[in-house]
């Protein structure tokens, strides 16, 4: 069987940075709301703090990033020490707590994901193993709602309070509403 590679078209392409900017959104309501103490919380059971699945969420999507368009990742943070992770190093997951540097490297690492993604859908295929760019970002956004929700469990569990729901949920609202308008 050939696997049919799919450009999406004009709209499909706005739709799909505009959901993806909606995604975006939420992270930065969740960031938003975080605190150096919210940091370390972690889900019950043991596992990743919230620090660590922020960095794991955006080293991943920069790990994709240098795939797709590697010039696109040079320079792109971390908020880990990578070099201790590719030595294998039990202290290379440190992962930064500070609120407001995550919320710094978590822009950057967006803006540099959606110029790759309308610069991508042109091309694509890309050296990706997804069928289509729209198919590489809803990737991109279920993996950030997975640690999202890790991220909600774990505040909730350790007694912190959550985001304000209207916050998490106005930028999807927004989203439906832009393609309706």
């Known amino acids: ?34 605190t150096l103490e919210m940091m370390h919380a972690v889900v019950p059971g043991g596992g990743m703090s919230v620090a660590q699945h922020l960095a794991h969420l ?12 590697p010039d696109e990742a040079v320079g792109l943070p971390d908020l880990f020490d990578r070099d201790a992770a590719l030595e294998g190093r039990a202290d290379a997951f440190a992962a930064e707590t500070e609120p407001a540097r995550v919320s710094e490297v978590a822009e950057t690492i967006h803006d540099a994901l959606v110029r790759t993604v309308a610069d991508a859908a042109a091309v694509w295929p890309g050296a990706l193993p997804h069928r289509s760019i729209t198919q590489f970002v809803t990737h991109m956004m279920v993996h950030a709602a997975h640690h999202r929700g890790q ?31």
């Open 1 to 34: 069987m050939t696997t049919r590679w799919s450009h999406p078209d004009d709209d499909a392409l706005r739709d799909l940075l505009v959901t993806l900017d909606a995604s975006h959104q939420v992270d930065r309501a969740l960031l938003e709301h975080l």
């Open 58 to 69: 955006l080293g991943a999507t920069k790990t994709w990033l240098a795939r797709l368009a």
């Open 151 to 181: 991220i909600l469990l774990a505040l909730k569990a350790s007694g912190h309070p959550l985001p304000d729901e209207d916050a998490m949920w106005q930028p999807w609202k927004e989203a439906a509403g832009e393609r309706e308008g």
